[in-house]
């Protein structure tokens, strides 16, 4: 039932800007935890940023500090990631992720593409 439905990848030049959402249905921002990661080609999928629905907590990979930003509208189930100056090593598949704080089981969406060209 729950599902979770990523957009807005493209292709943008080095040092230009995306924002993806992450709508979720069957799945309430209350109580959990919401995460972006990424997977680049030939490699791991990595955590990228992660916030609380209640936003007072976030965390994100050194490699993007300072030019991305995670937040969530919890009254529209919708998870985004703002990213600024975009570098070619931040392309790949980015993937949103939802769990509830007091669960194990998480969910996943399938992902949209990110391509930063040089």
């Known amino acids: 039932q729950v599902q979770l439905v990523e957009s807005g990848g493209g292709l943008v030049q080095a040092g230009g800007s995306l924002r993806l959402s992450c709508a979720a249905s069957?799945?309430?921002?209350?109580?959990?935890?919401l995460s972006w990661y990424r997977q680049a080609p030939g490699k791991e999928r990595e955590l990228v940023a992660t916030?609380?629905?209640?936003?007072?907590?976030?965390n994100y990979a050194d490699s993007v500090k300072g030019r991305f930003t995670i937040s969530s509208d919890n009254a529209k189930n919708t998870l985004y990631l703002q990213m600024n100056s975009l570098k070619p090593e931040d392309t790949a598949v980015y993937y949103c992720?939802?769990?509830?704080?007091?669960?194990?089981?998480?969910?996943w969406g399938k992902g949209t593409l990110v391509t930063v060209s040089s």
């Open positions: 992720n939802a769990k509830k704080l007091w669960r194990l089981t998480s969910y």
């Open positions: 069957g799945f309430t921002f209350s109580s959990a935890a």
């Open positions: 916030v609380t629905s209640a936003g007072d907590r976030t």
